[in-house]
């Protein structure tokens, strides 16, 4: 047993829809770990779903590994955001004279990387906001608003995204969190792909030895 190669762009063979995000990416302000895929619908690439990320910000979107993002899910990223502190009309894109008013960095509200974890489920059309950080093993459902940080292993849906449970208790989240089993190396994890997949914390609780 081997798995699909960590390498491919379309894993699945005659299925252009199901994309491995590390190897679609050209952007060097996105980073995506291995085996974490997008779904697209129409052929759309995963960086076609990541809105107003300009490399001038200095801000990154981060993916972990083993993720699966649905169709549709939108990050949107800090190049989106407008200032604050006085109107929030963006007079310098229009130039004529205005683009003498563009707002420093400074004076934008930068949220910082948005960062996504492991074993990250979201569901489509979800919404992440930029700066988010979201957790290991975090589900996060259809259509959700992320504004605020989700905790690991933690059910999140919504507009705003609002808590609906823990998926485990908070001494097996601390465990897995402890055993990292997506770190490991891949002969390993297909050694305990059925733990992985059924939750199995008996046999999971042996790839820490």
């Given at each position: 047993m081997?798995g699909p190669n960590p390498?491919e762009?379309?894993p699945?063979?005659?299925?252009?829809?199901?994309q491995f995000?590390?190897n679609t990416?050209?952007?060097p302000n996105i980073i995506?770990?291995?085996?974490?895929?997008?779904?697209?619908?129409?052929?759309?690439?995963f960086?076609d779903?990541?809105?107003y990320?300009y490399e001038?910000i200095?801000?990154?979107l981060?993916?972990?590994k083993f993720?699966s993002?649905?169709?549709?899910t939108?990050?949107?990223?800090?190049?989106g955001?407008?200032?604050?502190?006085?109107?929030?009309?963006?007079f310098?894109?229009?130039?004529?004279?205005?683009?003498?008013f563009?707002?420093?960095i400074?004076?934008?509200p930068?949220?910082?990387d948005?960062?996504?974890?492991?074993d990250?489920?979201?569901?489509?059309r979800?919404t992440?906001?930029?700066?988010?950080q979201?957790?290991d093993?975090?589900?996060?459902?259809?259509?959700?608003?992320v504004?605020k940080?989700v905790?690991?292993?933690?059910i999140?849906?919504?507009?705003?995204?609002?808590?609906?449970r823990k998926?485990?208790?908070?001494e097996?989240?601390q465990?897995l969190l402890?055993?990292?089993?997506w770190?490991?190396d891949?002969?390993?994890i297909?050694?305990?792909?059925?733990?992985?997949?059924?939750?199995?914390m008996d046999?999971?609780r042996?790839?820490?030895r």
């Amino acid at each position: 047993m081997t798995g699909p190669n960590p390498d491919e762009r379309y894993p699945l063979p005659g299925d252009n829809n199901l994309q491995f995000i590390k190897n679609t990416i050209t952007k060097p302000n996105i980073i995506a770990g291995d085996y974490s895929y997008y779904y697209a619908l129409n052929g759309e690439s995963f960086e076609d779903q990541v809105l107003y990320h300009y490399e001038f910000i200095g801000t990154k979107l981060i993916i972990g590994k083993f993720c699966s993002i649905a169709s549709e899910t939108r990050f949107m990223m800090d190049g989106g955001n407008h200032r604050m502190d006085g109107s929030t009309f963006p007079f310098n894109i229009f130039g004529n004279g205005w683009e003498k008013f563009t707002p420093s960095i400074e004076n934008l509200p930068i949220k910082g990387d948005t960062i996504i974890g492991n074993d990250v489920w979201i569901g489509r059309r979800a919404t992440i906001m930029a700066g988010v950080q979201i957790g290991d093993g975090a589900i996060i459902g259809a259509e959700a608003v992320v504004a605020k940080n989700v905790e690991p292993y933690t059910i999140v849906g919504g507009n705003p995204a609002r808590e609906i449970r823990k998926r485990f208790s908070t001494e097996i989240i601390q465990e897995l969190l402890e055993i990292k089993w997506w770190d490991c190396d891949i002969e390993v994890i297909n050694q305990y792909i059925g733990a992985i997949g059924s939750g199995n914390m008996d046999l999971l609780r042996k790839m820490r030895r």
